[in-house]
Each structure stands twice: as C-alpha cells, then as structure tokens.
C-alpha cells in the first residue's frame, strides 16, 4: 500500500472516530505504525479538522485522539509529537468555537501538557476564574464588544492562551446575556409549561449521546491516568536489578549444581507427596 492510499485510510479513521478508547488506540495505532509516512499522514489530521462537514463533537474526538497519539508517541521515538506541537494552537481554534465543548478540550489539553517539559499549571488554574478584567466589565455596562487579544508565544503555550482567550470571550457574552435577559425569581404557570418550538440549534439524541459517552471516556481516561507511572531514569529497572544480581555470584561447578538439583528434586518429592489426590 502506498503513501496516498495510507492517507486515505487515515483520513476515514478520523472521520470515523468515536469517543471510545478502543477505537482511539486502534487509529493512533495505525498512525504509529506509518509513522515513516508522517508527512502524508500528519497533513490529514488537518485537513479532517478543516473540514466543514465534521461537527463540534467529532472535532473534540479528533483532538482526544491527539492526545492518545502523543501519549503512545514515545514508543515510536516521539513521532508527531513535535509536529503536533506548532499546530496545537490551530488546532485549538478550529475545534475550540462554542462553549459547549471547552471543558473537553481543556481536558485534552492537560493530558497533552504532560508530555512537554513546559509548566503550565498557572493556565489550568485560570481555566476556572474568572477571567473579566475591569474593562470588560465596564464593555458590559456599555453594551459594547469585547476585543480579541493576540499573542506573540507558540506552541503550547499560545494554545493555551487561546483556550483561556475563548474562555474569557464566553465568559463575557454570558454576562452581556445575564444583564440584557435578567433571571426572574418566579414564573408563570402558563409560561412554565409552555410548548416551545424546536429550537434549530437543539442537539439531536445521537448529539446527546455522543457528549455522555465523550464525558464517560474522559472521566474514564482521567482516572486511567493516576495510576501512571513515569520512572525516572536513575531508578533501576527490574531487568538491571535481575543482570546486576545475576552476574554477582560465580556460575555453580558440576559438584555444586548436582547437590542443588538433588535438593531440588527432594523438595518436589515433597511437594507432590502433600496432595490428598495423588494423580496430581
């Protein structure tokens, strides 16, 4: 198979993706082991991503398996990872466009943070402030609109600028909304029950569904991730405490292996002689 039939193979996987974690494993799988392909093959993350036709929650998929790419990436001498890394920020502004999928994507984001030696724990923090400055609050007041920040960082950190960035814009067209449509205390019995018509924003059920079984995997995934364990590389493997033990004591001398296998056939005499039921 070559180069452009692998691509395409891809590129359905991507198209196909569920949230669950067998289904990512097998792509990132697959992308690992072509990763000899990964000009062709890097190239179709994006283009899926572009894609007009995809919906927010396929979107948010794609980025979970991102990050179980970059996770496995280790195996495989760290393919994609640095790839990954300069588009992170593209990635997290085509993915990150509602609210309705933040929290996944911050999500996603901590995990991948992990592999890189950059601190970022004072941007996950942020994530759950409040991010208003004092002039936003005034805009509020005013009815005006919020500006958009730009940021000269890359990389990793400039996706999670981005993210917060999103973060702060949703932040402040919810307080925009709160103040414009204020909450009332009570409401009309007839208002209560009233029969709304179908809003053409409303989620279908294979929406619904698709975003509980996303929070499944993620909680799922969170959990997976505490029983990580990242050796430091001055800590002794088990198979260099087993050479270095093994290599220790001389090899034994025909007199010395005939009376410790003399030893160790009584033993399994004794052993066999316990069982109740002798056929064993």
């Keep these: 198979m070559d180069s452009f039939d692998i691509a395409n193979q891809f590129a359905q996987l991507l198209r196909n993706l569920t949230p669950q974690i067998g289904v990512l494993n097998k792509a990132a799988t697959f992308a690992l082991k072509n990763s000899d392909n990964e000009d062709y093959l890097f190239p179709t993350i994006l283009n899926v991503l572009h894609d007009k036709n995809l919906n927010i929650n396929q ?21 994609y990872v640095k790839n990954i890394e300069k588009i992170l ?33 004072e941007y996950e923090d942020k994530f759950y402030t409040d991010l208003l400055t004092e002039e936003d609050k005034k805009l509020i007041e005013e009815n005006g609109q919020i500006e958009s920040k730009k940021f000269d960082d890359h990389g990793l950190i400039l996706a999670w600028k981005i993210l917060l ?105 004794l052993v066999s002689a316990s069982y109740k039921d002798q056929q064993y």
Aim: a positive charge; proline letters at 1%; charged letters at 35%.
């Design 89 to 121: 920020p593209a990635i997290i502004k085509n993915i990150c466009v509602s609210s309705s999928n933040m929290f996944n994507v911050y999500q996603s984001l901590c995990s991948i943070s992990k592999h890189f030696k950059i601190n970022v724990k």
């Design 165 to 269: 960035e999103r973060k702060r814009r949703s932040q402040f067209e919810r307080a925009k909304l709160l103040r414009s449509n204020p909450i009332h205390e009570t409401v009309e019995e007839d208002e209560l029950f009233k029969v709304k018509s179908k809003d053409k924003y409303a989620l279908s059920k294979r929406q619904i569904l698709s975003r509980l079984e996303d929070d499944r995997e993620l909680h799922k995934r969170s959990k997976e991730n505490l029983w990580n364990v990242n050796r430091d590389k001055s800590v002794l493997t088990e198979q260099e405490f087993k050479d270095h033990y093994w290599n220790k004591f001389n090899a034994l001398n025909d007199e010395e292996g005939k009376e410790f296998f003399n030893a160790l056939s009584d033993l399994n005499d």
């Design 59 to 79: 979107k948010s998929t794609i980025f979970q398996f991102i990050d179980v790419l970059i996770d496995e990436a280790h195996k495989y001498n760290g393919a």
